[in-house]
């Protein structure tokens, strides 16, 4: 494994049912620095799980063990309450997939944006706005004091999206995590955001983990991919090698995105004789 920002070693997340322990994430190990790496499955293979254990959003009844889950010096299964209140927002941030649940709608955007600085950073009223502007600048929005002034319900999808990207980055944290940033989104829409992040990531100088469940488009921002399958890292590889990936089930995927030359056609599945 690359050392990086965050080391994940043995990680396993089990959920108690009828049955017994329920294992969703399946000792899986990892490391990512200053990149962009994507982490790919199908629904129900414990992508989400993994980037929600990495910020300490899971719950109670979740048992959750890690010979090691280090952030930037910091044990995280160590972390108090109080610790992991400081570290969200300032060292890691989140991105969700929909701005109409991740924004309240009866806040303005400005708001919105500035909370982080409110509870991590020392600002004045006349600072955190200018630095909000200058934030919403970044994302690309346009004319961003009349965004600034907005309720979430009077800008698009792809709009709300950049407002949560920039009210995540507005502390400058070292790692982001996206989980399915754009699956709310139209195709055109979804490469602008990515491409967004991408090159957000470069000029901030920042770890991004891009969750996802779309191979071959989230391939074309990453510098690193794992596939991940029943809870467990299939194969891991640079994006530039995915078309020799030795995995049946990865091939699966790359194969399996409809496209104008699949039209008509039987995509592959993972699993059946051909």
């Known amino acids: 494994m690359t050392e990086g ?16 322990p329920l294992r969703v994430v399946d000792g899986i190990s990892f490391a990512i620095g200053r990149e962009v790496v994507a982490l790919v499955g199908e629904s129900g293979s414990g992508k989400s799980m993994t980037g929600r254990a990495i910020m300490g959003l899971l719950p109670r009844q979740a048992d959750i063990r890690a010979r090691r889950l280090e952030f930037d010096g910091q044990d995280l299964t160590a972390l108090s309450p109080s610790g992991w209140n400081r570290l969200r927002g300032a060292g890691i941030g ?3 997939q ?3 649940y991740s924004l309240n709608p009866a806040h303005r955007i400005g708001r919105q944006v500035e909370e982080a600085l409110l509870l991590h950073a020392r600002f004045s009223a006349g600072e955190r706005r200018d630095r909000a502007l200058d934030m919403l600048d970044k994302v690309g929005l346009p004319d961003p004091k009349r965004v600034y002034s907005s309720y979430p319900a009077a800008l698009s999808g792809g709009m ?3 407002a949560m990207i920039a009210a995540m ?10 989980d399915e940033p754009t699956s709310a989104l139209d195709r055109g829409l979804q ?18 983990l891009l969750i996802s469940h779309d191979l071959q488009q989230v391939s ?4 690193r991919v794992m596939v991940m399958r029943r809870g467990r890292i299939e194969e891991e590889m640079a994006s530039a090698d995915l078309a020799n990936a030795k995995s049946a089930y990865t091939r699966a995927l790359w194969a399996a995105r409809p496209s104008a030359a699949t039209y008509g056609t ?7 004789e051909r």
Request: hydrophobic share 45%; charged share 25%.
């Open 5 to 20: 920002l965050l080391s994940v070693e043995d990680l396993t997340i089990s959920f108690l049912s009828e049955a017994g």
């Open 94 to 96: 989140l991105i969700l």
């Open 98 to 100: 929909d701005p109409k």
């Open 160 to 162: 709300g999206q950049r």
């Open 169 to 178: 980055l507005i502390n400058r944290p070292k790692l982001l995590i996206a």
């Open 191 to 208: 490469d602008q955001i990515l491409t967004l992040l991408r090159s957000l990531t470069e000029e901030l100088g920042m770890g991004l």
């Open 220 to 223: 074309r921002y990453a510098d």
């Open 266 to 272: 039987h995509l592959p599945v993972y699993g059946e």
